[in-house]
């Protein structure tokens, strides 16, 4: 059964409620220190898996949808999938290549293509899930991938100046930067969908699903969804197709995204138990990186929330002057993930995503998982550079930029052996 439009509307208004307990940030305490994440807000300590899950794990959900990133709308009745095109022969024979197109709303709202590669020979594989920044086109020269017709940033190989139009000049590009092939070879599948076709990545425009909001969005100044939560939302979506196919084991999904992507992809394992491991790749300043940060060269959440506005709700920008007024910080967002692993992956000379402050962040997570029996769940120090600490609160850092490579999945698929296996 297909959801009407007011139905529709009705799930995303109700998803907009404002905490009624909740202050504005500037009558919130100020605490120079990273929040306790077995702390609840009235004191209480937690000391259970049950009270962690009852009380303590919804409180810092809802905390971060009011204060960060928006409300989460809800989950749609239904989502229906078409198989555009099927190649069993893909990949020089090592795969299967589909597009997927999934549709969760009325026909004018935005549909996701997702892009799924799987190994010929290992059935049903362990996905890595994620979405990619140009359009699925970017990542092979199959001609029958789509090229998308949302708007798309311009620095992005094949796309038109002036009318931001992605155009198939495009196709396989950037195919390093999720390498199908690669990771099919090592039995894993591979799905992604661009980030654009739920939402583009510009603020001030009714577009992608913020154009889907209704005027309800009023009711919650300050935390109306924004576009990492709609990304994220996006993810799960993805993950409604892939626990149906036949392919894919669902239990075995692994959420990966680069950037401001990896700040997806932790949001989208904090707020979806489906998803397994969990792998923001050098996320920073709004995914793994602290806000109290401590590395002067990292990007300070003034800084983000001046330049990137709608990666995150109206309120988090109130914090800029003052984070010590957070109620949380970002390795609580880490502890909502617990028990599931979730590797952090940084490169040495991208300082600005802040890769010690994110071990930090790991460190401080880890009292959430010792309450599911893990006594030690992430590394007394630092890895050496290019030494993957696997524990499940797993770290890696290389030599390097802001990129992700071939190389850093073959330390997706590493850590992925040890806990999808």
């Known amino acids: ?52 899950e009852e009380k303590r794990r919804p409180e810092l959900k809802a905390l971060f949808e009011h204060y960060m990133y928006g409300r989460f709308p809800e989950k749609p009745k239904q989502v229906t999938a078409k198989v555009l095109f099927e190649d069993a022969k893909a990949l020089d024979g090592k795969g299967t290549l589909r597009e997927v197109e999934l549709t969760f709303g009325p026909p004018e709202w935005p549909k996701i293509y997702l892009l799924i590669a799987t190994p010929n020979d290992k059935t049903p594989a362990a996905c890595f899930v994620g979405p990619n920044f140009g359009g699925n086109h970017l990542l092979t020269d199959h001609e029958q991938v789509r090229v998308p017709t949302a708007w798309v940033p311009a620095n992005y190989p094949g796309v038109e100046k002036g009318t931001n139009k992605a155009t198939a000049a495009g196709r396989g590009k950037q195919a390093d930067t999720w390498p199908l092939r690669q990771v099919v070879e090592k039995g894993y599948a591979v799905a992604t969908f661009y980030c654009g076709d739920v939402q583009p990545d510009r603020p001030n425009v009714r577009e992608g699903m913020r154009a889907t909001l209704s005027s309800a969005e009023g009711r ?93 709700c109206g309120h988090f920008s109130a914090f800029g002057d003052d984070t010590t007024k957070l109620p949380f910080d970002q390795h609580s967002l880490i502890a909502i993930c617990a028990p599931r692993p979730v590797l952090l992956t940084n490169a040495e000379d991208d300082q600005w995503a802040n890769p010690p402050g994110q071990f ?32 499940r609160l797993g770290y890696f850092i290389r030599a390097g930029k802001h990129a992700m490579t071939p190389d850093d999945w073959n330390v997706y698929v590493q850590f992925a052996d040890k806990w999808l296996r």
């Open 1 to 52: 059964m297909r959801l009407s439009l007011a139905s529709l509307g009705l799930l995303l208004m109700s998803a907009l409620a404002i905490p009624a307990d909740f202050p504005p940030p500037d009558k919130l305490p100020s605490a120079a220190e990273l929040p306790d994440v077995l702390t609840a807000r009235d004191g209480t300590k937690v000391t259970t898996r049950k009270e962690w």
């Open 220 to 312: 919650a100044p300050g935390a109306g969804t924004a576009t990492v939560m709609w990304w994220a939302w996006g993810c799960h979506r993805a993950v409604d197709f892939l626990v149906t196919d036949k392919a894919i084991d669902p239990k075995r999904l692994a959420v990966v995204g680069h950037s401001r992507l990896g700040k997806t992809a932790l949001l989208a394992g904090a707020f979806d138990d489906r998803i397994a491991v969990v792998i923001p790749h050098q996320s920073g300043c709004g995914g793994a990186g602290p806000s109290r940060s401590k590395n002067p060269k990292a990007e300070p959440v003034k800084r983000i929330t001046t330049v990137f506005p709608h990666w995150f």
């Open 360 to 391: 930090d962040m790991l460190a401080a997570a880890a009292p959430a998982y010792k309450l599911y029996g893990d006594d030690r769940p992430v590394a007394a120090k630092v890895p050496e550079q290019g030494k993957l600490s696997d524990e």
